[in-house]
C-alpha cells in the first residue's frame, strides 16, 4: 500500500489464481519468439517473479488474442538505470499537467511538447518519468542537441519539412503485426518511408563538431532500415499491389496484381459500357437527354445495389404512356421516378454480382498484403525508435533557443562529485507566464561546506520557486535537456524526494499533516547520499513546538544521517543554528519594507544569511485583507511578542539564580570535604563545624527546589 500511495496508481484486484505460474512455461511457449523462452529461465524458476508475470499475462489477457502469438519479447526492467521519482515529486516539479494549470507550459512535458510526431510525444512523456543515471548516455543527448542548437538551418529542416506530418508509426507497426491494418495504413507507412532518405541526407549534411553522433544515432539505422533487403522492398510491395493512381479517393489492389481480379475488373467495366449505352437507347425512346432530364442512378434495396433511371415528376407526366407499356417502375419519390427495363434489370444484378466478387477478391488480397508487409515490423519499431529520439532531441533544441534567456548546457558529473552548481538559474516554466520578468538566482551545493541548505524569508518572496527550479534543473539534466541557468555544472543524482504543498485526502482518510508525515518518512526510507531532497514548509499541520521538533530532527537526519544535498525552506528560524558534517548554509529570499508607508516589496533575490523575521502580516496586506484585521493582527502579534519577551527574561533569570546557586552548592562540596570529621580531641569542633554546613546545605538545596 505504501508504493501504491508513493506512486499514485490505481489498484486492480484480481483472483489469486491469476498469479499461479503453473502453465507459465506453455504461455510464454505460445507467446514469445520462437527460440527464446529458454533465456529466460532465471525469471521460470523465481517465486515471485513468475508470480508477477504470469499476474501480468492475465491482466493482459494476451493469450486471447491469437495474432500476438510468438511476437513478444521479454526483456527484464533494470531500475537501477533511471532516477526515481515518486509522484510527489513529481507534483513539486510539475512534470505532467495538472489539474487547475491554465495553460500547458505550466507543466515540464507542456513546455518541452514541441515534438512533431505522437511517438515522440509518447516517447518525451516516458522520459520525463525515467530521468537517466548513464553519463555517457546522458552526455550522448546532450551532443546531439548542441549540434542543433548549432546549426538553425538542420533543427528547421526536420522541424517544419521532415518531421512534420510524419504518421504514428507505433500505432500503424502494431495495427500491421497484429493484421488489422488496412490499406490506408499501409500508403501511410509508405509515405513515412520515403521521407526517410530525406531525413539521412540533411542529418549527413551536418558538419559540426558532433557529426560522427548523429552519424551513429540517427543516419546510420535510417540507412540500415531503408536498404534495399528492407523498406525499398517494402516499398515496392506496395507500389505493385495498390493502385496508386486512385489515391486518396479509394484504396483498393491494383488489377494488375491479380489476374482473377483483373479479369472482374475487365467484365465489369465492360458491363458499365453496357449499361451506359441502354441508358441511351432508353433516353432516345422517351424522347428525353440523359444526363438531363433523365439520369442513370443507384436503387438501392434489400442489401443491394441496381443500376436505373430516374426522371423528375414533370417530365414523367409526358412519358406516363411510354412508361406504364414498356418499362418497370420501381420507385416513386420526391426527387422523381426511378425505373428500369429488362435489359437494364439483368446488366444491372450482373454488374451487383461482378461487383461483390470483385470486393471479395479484393478482401482476400488485401489480408495477404497485409501479411506479407508484417514481415517488416521489426523494421518498422527500430524506424520508430530513432526517429522519436530525434523528435525529442529536436525539440529539447527548440525550447533552448527560444526561451526568454537561452538554456546552457550542463556539466555532469558522476554521483560521489559532491557538487550541484546552477549559476543564473531560472523556473523554466514560471519565466515563461505572461508579464513575468524572472529574476535568476545561484545554488552552490557543495559537499562539506554547503550540501545542506536553508532557505527562510517571507511568504510569496520565491522560497518555494528557488528549490523547485533547482530540482527542476537537475530533472531536465538527467533527461538529457539544456536547462535554465547562465553555467550549470550538476552531479548525477539517483532520486529527486520532494515534500512540497502536501494536501489532505479525504478517499484516503488522510488529514493535511499525515500526509506531510507519510512523504517525508518515504523520503527518509527511501533517500541515499546520492539523491536530492526538497523540502518546503514541513511541520505546519501541528502545534509550533512539535513541528519544529519534527523538522529540526528530520533536518538532522537527512544532514548526519544520510548525507545527501538539501534543500529546506522554513519559517522555523531556529533551524537557522543547525550544524552538520555535510555544511550548512543559511540563504534567505530578500525582501524590502518602505518606513514610511510600510509596504512590504518582494525582490525575489536569494541572498546569503538567515532571516530573523516574519513578514506574515505584511504579506496579508499585500494579499488586501481589510484594514482593521491588519490592525488587530499588529496588537496580537505585539502583544504576543511581549509576553514572549516576559517569559524569556524570568527563564533566564532563573537560570542565572540556578546557576549561582550551583556554584555556592559546588563550594560547600569542596568546605565538606575539608571537614576534620576524624575522631580525636577536636572531635567536638568537627561537630560543630558539620551542624553549621549542614544549615546552609539545606538552604541551597531549597532555592535549587525553587
Not at 439520369?295 to 411510354?322: D, G, P, Y
Not at 512523504?519 to 501541528?542: C, N, Y
Not at 516576559?646 to 570535604?673: H, I
Request: include cysteine; glycine fraction near 8%; aromatic fraction near 6%.
Amino acid at each position: 500500500m505504501d508504493v501504491l500511495a508513493r506512486t499514485g496508481a490505481a489498484p486492480a484486484p484480481r483472483p489469486r489464481a491469476s498469479f499461479s505460474a503453473r502453465n507459465l512455461d506453455q504461455d510464454l511457449q505460445r507467446l514469445l519468439l520462437p527460440g527464446t523462452l529458454e533465456q529466460h529461465r532465471h525469471v521460470l524458476e523465481g517465486h515471485h517473479a513468475s508470480a508477477a508475470l504470469a499476474g501480468v499475462l492475465a491482466f493482459g489477457e494476451l493469450l486471447a488474442d491469437g495474432s500476438g502469438h510468438g511476437k513478444y519479447g521479454l526483456d527484464r526492467l533494470d531500475l537501477g538505470k533511471f532516477m526515481r521519482m515518486d509522484a510527489a515529486a513529481q507534483r513539486a516539479l510539475s512534470v505532467m499537467r495538472g489539474r487547475g494549470d491554465v495553460s500547458d507550459t505550466f507543466s515540464l512535458f507542456g513546455l518541452l511538447n514541441r515534438g512533431k510526431t505522437a511517438m515522440g510525444k509518447r516517447l518525451l512523456r516516458t522520459w520525463l518519468k525515467q530521468p537517466l543515471l548513464d553519463l555517457d548516455t546522458l552526455r550522448m543527448r546532450h551532443d546531439v542537441v548542441e549540434a542543433l542548437v548549432g546549426d538553425a538551418e538542420l533543427r528547421q529542416a526536420l522541424q517544419q519539412m521532415h518531421l512534420r506530418g510524419l504518421p504514428d508509426l507505433e500505432m500503424l507497426s502494431r495495427k500491421l503485426e497484429r493484421g488489422k491494418a488496412s490499406l490506408s495504413d499501409l500508403c501511410q507507412l509508405y509515405r513515412a518511408s520515403s521521407r526517410l532518405p530525406l531525413i539521412e541526407a540533411v542529418l549527413r549534411a551536418h558538419s559540426g563538431p558532433h557529426a560522427s553522433t548523429l552519424m551513429e544515432r540517427f543516419a546510420d539505422p535510417l540507412a540500415l532500415a531503408h536498404d534495399a533487403d528492407h523498406l525499398v522492398r517494402f516499398e515496392a510491395l506496395l507500389e505493385t499491389a495498390i493502385d496508386l493512381d486512385r489515391i486518396p479517393d479509394e484504396y483498393l489492389i491494383a488489377a494488375s496484381y491479380d489476374p482473377g481480379l483483373q479479369e472482374v475488373e475487365v467484365e465489369k467495366l465492360n458491363l458499365e459500357k453496357k449499361i451506359q449505352g441502354l441508358a441511351e437507347e432508353a433516353a432516345q425512346d422517351l424522347g428525353l437527354c440523359l444526363d438531363k432530364t433523365i439520369k442513370l442512378e443507384w436503387h438501392k434495396f434489400a442489401n443491394q445495389r441496381l443500376r436505373c433511371l430516374r426522371i423528375t415528376t414533370k417530365e414523367e407526366k409526358s412519358v406516363r404512356s411510354k412508361l406504364r407499356a414498356r418499362y418497370l417502375e420501381l420507385e416513386t419519390r420526391k426527387d422523381g421516378l426511378k425505373f428500369t427495363n429488362k435489359a437494364l434489370k439483368a446488366a444491372a444484378e450482373r454488374l451487383q454480382a461482378l461487383a461483390s466478387e470483385y470486393d471479395s477478391r479484393q478482401s482476400t488480397l488485401v489480408a495477404q498484403v497485409v501479411s506479407v508487409a508484417a514481415t517488416f515490423c521489426q523494421v518498422w519499431e527500430q524506424v520508430r525508435s530513432v526517429l522519436a529520439e530525434l523528435d525529442v532531441l529536436v525539440a529539447f533544441a527548440d525550447v533552448a533557443v527560444t526561451a526568454p534567456r537561452p538554456y546552457v548546457r550542463p556539466s555532469l558529473l558522476p554521483a560521489d562529485g559532491g557538487r550541484v552548481e546552477l549559476v543564473g538559474c531560472r523556473h523554466p516554466c514560471v519565466e515563461l507566464q505572461e508579464g513575468v520578468d524572472f529574476i535568476p538566482n545561484d545554488c552552490v551545493m557543495q559537499r562539506g561546506e554547503s550540501w545542506f541548505q536553508i532557505i527562510t524569508g517571507p511568504n510569496m518572496g520565491g522560497k518555494s520557486t528557488f528549490i523547485r527550479q533547482v530540482g527542476i534543473s537537475v530533472l531536465l539534466a538527467q533527461v538529457g535537456s539544456w536547462v535554465p541557468c547562465t553555467q550549470a555544472s550538476i552531479a548525477v543524482r539517483d532520486a529527486i524526494f520532494a515534500r512540497v504543498g502536501a494536501g489532505d485526502s479525504q478517499a484516503r482518510g488522510v488529514s493535511t499533516f499525515m500526509a506531510e508525515m507519510l512523504e517525508s518518512a518515504a523520503i527518509l526510507k527511501g533517500a541515499t547520499p546520492a539523491s536530492l531532497v526538497i523540502i518546503d514548509e514541513l511541520g505546519r499541520g501541528t502545534s509550533t513546538w512539535d513541528g519544529m521538533g519534527l523538522a529540526w530532527a528530520i533536518s538532522e537526519h537527512l544532514m548526519n544521517g544520510i548525507g545527501c544535498p538539501t534543500l529546506f525552506a522554513t519559517h522555523f528560524h531556529e533551524l537557522t543554528a543547525l550544524r552538520g558534517a555535510g555544511g550548512v548554509k543559511n540563504l534567505h529570499v530578500g525582501a524590502a519594507i518602505d518606513h514610511t508607508s510600510g509596504a512590504l516589496t518582494m525582490l525575489y533575490q536569494v541572498e546569503e544569511g538567515s532571516c530573523d523575521k516574519s513578514f506574515g502580516i505584511h504579506v496579508a496586506e499585500f494579499a488586501r485583507f481589510p484594514p482593521a484585521i491588519v490592525e488587530a493582527a499588529r496588537k496580537a502579534a505585539a502583544a504576543a511578542a511581549s509576553d514572549k519577551h516576559q517569559a524569556d527574561s524570568e527563564v533566564s533569570a532563573s537560570k542565572r539564580q540556578k546557576a549561582g546557586s550551583d556554584a555556592a552548592l559546588q563550594a560547600a562540596l569542596l568546605e565538606f570535604a575539608e571537614l576534620p570529621l576524624e575522631g580525636g580531641a577536636e572531635s567536638g569542633r568537627a561537630r560543630e563545624a558539620l551542624t553549621s554546613w549542614q544549615g546552609r546545605a539545606a538552604a541551597l538545596l531549597k532555592e535549587l527546589e525553587v
